[in-house]
């Protein structure tokens, strides 16, 4: 049995996360901030936490862990000059620094997995241009380039890669998914013909905390139905 740690498991992709690696056996602790976590089993420890906050992470009686997935984020869409210096930064805090700050904390409890293995999050649109989409683009861009700096620097013995999905649909991206309409519509800008659903992406995830990805470091992966790389 492999020990993870999930920050931001209360919803969305998190959720998802948490459910999957359960069903594989492992054990999972997650972290939520205003929403409690609901499912309960004996192999899910749950504990609130604000990565925005000051406060430690509080590990106490984990001794060991295998893998981390770092899930908080934010869809900040305005025109460039309609948006702040202040709401820019505190897309950095929460999408680039919070992910920072819980590596370094936890860091200590992977030197006893003979192999972990770290998840962050990027956006589709880090690597493909979007009107309003500055924001996003500014903050999910440097988590690229952290997830390979780190690639890097932890190898071998931890590996750190990055999801960047499309448009999924999650409680973060309600205000563009919550009709049936708007669903169809951003369905059918993707080559698939649909949106992303949280299991598309935890599906990626469980695969890259796995030793199914062990030579696999410092990679982005585009989970995002073809938008980023098909014209139809």
Known sequence: MKTYLVIGGSSGIGASTIERLIR????????YHKNEITSQHPNLSTLSYDVMGYDPLNLEGIDKLDGMVYCPGSISLKPYNRFTEEELIQDIRLNVLGAHKVIKEVSSFFKKSPEASI???????AGLGFPYHLQVGISKGAVEGMTKSLAAELSPNIRVNAIAPSLTNTPLAENLVNTDEKREANGKRHPMG???ESQDISAMVSFLLS????WITGQIFNVDGGISSLKK
Do not use: E, H, K, P
């Open 24 to 31: 594989n056996g492992d054990r999972v602790i997650a972290t």
């Open 211 to 214: 030793d199914q990805s062990s």
């Open 194 to 196: 649909r949106i992303g």
């Open 119 to 125: 998840v962050l999050f990027s956006s589709v649109a």
